[in-house]
């Protein structure tokens, strides 16, 4: 029973130092998929540009404030309707460049394919 004793305050004592038993270090963490799936999602809110941004879709606007300075907030003299006509050029911009590229890369696979034989 001493030993089992020991044994706890070893395993306490090591919790407390941060050192894990040999097969609990070796052990790889698994991070199932769906918590992967999750923290993608988080995260790519960190990803976004500026564009992707729906301002309107804000909970809180806090350059609406009195006290705030929207210099703060906007680049360039913009305020909430220049913004969202620039946004929405620039969405649109990048939208048409998206198509473009979509259009090019086609050609190029349908150019590089081998002929169809003829029937």
């Known amino acids: ?54 301002i309107d879709g804000l ?14 907030y906007f680049n360039y003299g913009m305020m909430e309707e220049t913004w969202r006509k620039y946004r929405q050029s620039q969405l649109e911009l990048r939208r048409e460049l998206q198509e473009r590229r979509s259009r090019i890369a086609a050609a190029e696979a349908a150019k590089n394919s081998p002929p169809a034989p003829p029937r």
Request: hydrophobic share 30%; net charge negative; proline share 6%.
């Open 59 to 72: 909970e809180d606007r806090p350059w609406t404030r009195p006290d705030a300075d929207p210099s703060d």
């Open 1 to 54: 029973e001493e030993e089992k004793g020991g044994e706890a305050e070893e395993a306490e004592e090591d919790m407390l130092l941060g050192e894990d038993s040999a097969e609990e270090a070796a052990a790889p963490e698994v991070i199932e998929d769906a918590e992967l799936d999750e923290a993608a999602r988080k995260t790519t809110t960190f990803r976004k540009a500026a564009f992707d941004i729906d």
